[in-house]
């Protein structure tokens, strides 16, 4: 039985018009009845259930009388609820409690990426806008935890081993990630006994859980990966349920709507939650697919019940999806650090956000307008020029135009703006009768501090030679003429009726005279650029690094240089009230911001790559005491993950063998052995090949941590193989009782190693205990594990 609550429904309806004879018979064993109608449906615990004992007749005859009294209450419609506990469940809980939380206020400072998500958590109690390329589940949840016990996000985590002051609640902070890491081990022993093992067995994955070092030191952290697991395992688990309910029923739909809505929020922790999306998807599949053959099904039956399973399941992963951004963006109001990694629309929209561009701004772009121009997707950075040309020559022999450099800069600087001019007009200033730009209008844009116009021609740029370099052109007298007009196209003219706005319209840019389109390339220029990003002009005009959008705006009221200058240099950067965006526009912008940000770190000395996961050759250093060298080090349990690799080899050598002996028409087992075989399996295999492949396709740094979902798998396939390995003595040894007992002899044993080296380097997941040079060279039994020594 599990240990989370489970409600079952049924519903009864009695007919007035029945005799009541009959009636009084049915109320009066109404109690067995109900006893044994609920042993012959399936059932999703864990336990078979005992038959209920018979009524005596007493019983039977009180309940008649009691009965009869009630006899005119119509309960046409009635559920009962159950609530169901199992002591392995229970056990497994509290075990996990226990070293979950033992000590959990230890260390009294920042550990390892505490510094970004507890950072994250403030801001959230503090309505203050933040940017992480994950979803905001996991610190929702913290934050509701801190919040909820008073605290105010005053703490600024600076750098990791940074003291909590007082007012840091470290448990309730704390709380989340450790409760999650506490239910881990009851919901994978649930799982174990939904694909049909033994309880032992099933006990025994739940205990490898509670032992293995890795998943105890995320789960007593600020740290996600305890509850991405969780929420991970529980769809799995509620997916397996739903699979076996029948079909349309009370039970199936709630499993149907908790297993979506737990698979969609361990995606809303983290997007590698996605990968146990796909393997319940698969799962949901198999099970429709072994479905097919079965002919009291009518096509019209099993199609309802797909298009039904998809309906169900796409609903709740959008509403759960899309809800937890809505709180999200309800929570973050407030401007903040990370606001200009959004568009300046986005900004705009943030209480005391971006300054001096909406607050008196004018909104219609036209010619002397002065504007800055934004990149708006991927990397923050504004169009800028300054007085430096390209040099003569690269460092590859290429020559250059020697023109004036045009960069994107990502600080806000008076180099940034530039006037927007009708080619047919020689003043900068704007016109007493309007002249506004839109869609198609070919301009110029005339640098402000330099007053050169924007210049492309068709010479390699320095960074990328299959692009135009830009330029602010520099008359040298030589043959070679200015390329000075640029075409606006609005990408989103129909917001604004092919109008160009100030902040909300992204344009392109494409260069008259070659078709190429203004482009940030996503190159750093050498010493000579000043280590500012390349702009160039690409004729691939279909990029996203080719969209901007004007950012500050105002017209030129000054026909002198000098004043144009001056005005630009005195603007003041004030805030400004915010602007309204629709809560379909943030989001839409905030998920294409979180797929182009992704964490590019090139390298970290605790980096490790996916080969080296497996055998655990690399650990992860967390904290290290300023007094001693007592620390808090990321290492799995040895034991578990060298057996639990073994483990994957095992079940795909069982598979090829049964394979072959069935293709030789050889049935080694029964076909209920061969099914429970096939599909306890494929579910461990699949989940740990689908959580652990895509990281050799990923370019960007990796740590020890990214492998605990897979881990999570293999631990599963690992109990899976133990109990395949007693069932296959059994059957073919000759004297099983006796290989069977010297088999669990191996397994106790195994056992007993798991639990040596869990509490052998538990020292290191506490980090309580204080350790001289020698006893963490003892720990060190590899080369390549980075334990730290810095006292004797």
């Not at 309007?434 to 010479?459: F, K, M």
């Not at 740094?701 to 605990?708: D, E, G, M, S, V």
């Amino acid at each position: 039985m599990d240990a989370a609550s489970e409600a079952t429904e049924t519903t009864t309806v009695r007919s007035r018009k029945a005799q009541k004879k009959q009636q009084q018979q049915k109320r009066s064993t109404s109690m067995e009845t109900d006893g044994n109608e609920r042993l012959d449906r399936p059932s999703a615990s864990d336990e078979p259930e005992k038959c209920l004992n018979e009524t005596n007749p007493k019983e039977s005859s009180s309940s008649v009388v009691e009965n009869a009294i009630f006899e005119e209450v119509d309960d046409r419609f009635s559920f009962a609820i159950r609530l169901e506990f199992n002591a392995a469940t229970v056990g497994l809980f509290l075990l996990s409690f226990l070293t979950r939380f033992y000590r959990i206020t230890h260390p009294r400072g920042v550990v390892f990426d505490e510094i970004h998500f507890g950072k994250f958590v403030s801001l959230y109690l503090k309505n203050t806008f933040y940017f992480d390329q994950h979803p905001p589940l996991g610190k929702l949840l913290i934050a509701g935890a801190a919040g909820a016990v008073g605290y105010s996000g005053s703490f600024e985590f600076p750098k990791i081993g940074s003291e909590y002051d007082a007012s840091v609640p470290i448990l309730a902070l704390r709380f989340v990630p450790a409760l999650c890491g506490s239910l881990l081990a009851p919901v994978v022993y649930s799982i174990l006994r939904q694909v049909k093992l033994g309880q032992g067995v099933s006990i025994l994955g739940g205990l490898l859980i509670i032992l293995d070092n890795a998943l105890l030191t995320h789960s007593r952290f600020i740290l996600m990966e305890s509850v991405l697991l969780f929420f991970a395992a529980l769809g799995i688990l509620t997916v397996l349920k739903f699979l076996q309910a029948e079909p349309f029923s009370v039970r199936w739909w709630s499993m149907g709507t908790i297993a979506a809505g737990s698979l969609t929020a361990a995606v809303c922790v983290k997007f590698v939650g996605f990968y146990s999306y796909l393997l319940a998807m698969y799962i949901i599949g198999r099970h429709i697919w072994m479905e097919l053959p079965d002919r009291r099904k009518s096509n019209a039956y099993i199609l309802f019940k797909v298009i039904a399973k998809a309906i169900l399941i796409v609903s709740v992963s959008v509403a759960v999806y899309v809800g937890c951004f809505y709180l999200h963006f309800a929570t973050l109001y407030k401007a903040g650090p990370h606001d200009n990694v959004m568009t300046s629309a986005f900004q705009a929209s943030l209480e005391g956000g971006l300054a001096s561009i909406t607050k008196g701004q004018p909104l219609r772009v036209q010619h002397g307008s002065q504007i800055t121009l934004k990149h708006t997707h991927g990397r923050v950075c504004w169009l800028h020029s300054h007085t430096h040309v390209y040099p003569i020559k690269y460092k590859d022999g290429r020559g250059s135009s020697h023109q004036q450099q045009v960069t994107c800069y990502g600080f806000k600087d008076v180099n940034n703006w530039w006037i927007v001019k009708r080619p047919n007009k020689d003043s900068l200033m704007v016109d007493d009768e309007p002249d506004y730009i839109e869609h198609g209008d070919v301009i110029q844009l005339v640098h402000g501090v330099t007053s050169r116009a924007l210049n492309s021609h068709d010479v390699a740029s320095a960074m990328s030679p299959l692009c135009q370099e830009v330029s602010c052109y520099i008359d040298y007298n030589i043959s070679m003429p200015g390329n000075l007009l640029w075409r606006v196209e609005i990408l989103n003219g129909k917001e604004s009726k092919n109008k160009w706005h100030a902040i909300t319209s992204q344009v392109r840019l494409v260069h008259v005279n070659t078709t190429a389109a203004l482009k940030y390339t996503g190159e750093q220029l050498p010493d000579w650029g000043f280590n500012q990003f390349e702009v160039a002009a690409d004729r691939r005009q279909q990029t996203i690094d080719t969209i901007w959008n004007v950012e500050e705006h105002r017209y030129t009221q000054h026909k002198d240089k000098k004043d144009v200058l001056n005005k630009l240099l005195a603007t003041e950067m004030i805030p400004t009230e915010p602007t309204r965006l629709s809560f379909w526009n943030k989001f839409s912008e905030l998920q294409l911001k979180m797929l182009l940000h992704a964490d590019k770190l090139e390298s970290h000395m605790y980096s490790s790559e996916p080969h080296e996961w497996p055998l655990m050759d690399k650990g992860i250093a967390y904290w290290i005491d300023s007094e001693s060298n007592a620390q808090i080090h990321l290492l799995g349990n040895l034991v578990i993950w060298y057996s639990a690799t073994l483990a994957i080899l095992m079940y795909v050598g069982f598979l090829v063998f049964y394979l072959i002996r069935r293709r030789r028409e050889m049935y080694d087992l029964e076909p209920v052995e061969w099914d429970r075989f096939r599909l306890g399996g494929e579910i461990f295999l699949a989940g740990y090949l689908i959580h652990y492949l895509p990281y050799f396709f990923v370019e960007r740094t990796l740590f020890l941590y990214n492998y605990l979902p897979a881990l999570l798998f293999k631990v599963m396939l690992l109990c899976f193989v133990l109990d395949h390995c007693q069932l296959a003595l059994r059957k073919f040894v000759k004297q099983p009782a006796l290989v069977v007992g010297i088999f669990r002899a191996i397994v106790v044993a195994w056992f007993a190693g798991v639990i040596y080296f869990f509490q052998r380097f538990s020292v290191l997941s506490y980090g309580t205990t204080a350790l001289s040079a020698d006893d963490v060279l003892e720990l060190r039994l590899k080369d390549t594990w980075d334990l730290i020594v810095h006292k004797p």
